[in-house]
């Protein structure tokens, strides 16, 4: 197994700082998800100009719907034809049309 990189201890903070801020910022887009305040079609958008947007897991940010559980997120992704471990960025128009189809009618 690959050793992680050497280093050094100014270069370690940094990246734990950067990796902390990028979490926030992913939780955030979570919960205005959950509350209304940002919608699907808006956050696919976004994604295409934000890279911390863009790298979020698409089924984390189904399962931040309201009415959309774990359950339903993941056969909504089966139905699509979208891997579980795909990311937003990656989507392509066929399939973030699909999810936009599919969340308007819940």
């Known amino acids: 197994m690959p050793q992680p990189p050497a ?3 100014e270069q370690r903070q940094a990246a ?3 990796a902390a801020k990028v979490r926030r910022e ?3 887009v979570k919960e205005k998800l959950k509350m209304g ?3 699907l079609s808006a956050l696919l958008a976004k994604a295409d100009k934000d890279e911390v947007v863009g790298k979020m897991k698409v089924l984390s940010v189904l399962e931040s719907l309201p009415g959309l559980g774990k359950v ?3 056969r909504l992704m089966e139905t699509v034809g979208i891997s579980e471990t795909r990311r937003l960025q990656g989507l392509g ?3 973030r049309q699909a999810l936009l189809s599919s969340t308007s009618k819940s």
């Open 16 to 18: 734990l700082e950067k």
């Open 37 to 39: 305040t940002i919608t």
């Open 93 to 95: 128009a066929n399939q």
């Open 26 to 28: 992913r939780a955030e």
């Open 7 to 9: 280093l050094t201890p």
């Open 72 to 74: 339903k997120a993941r």
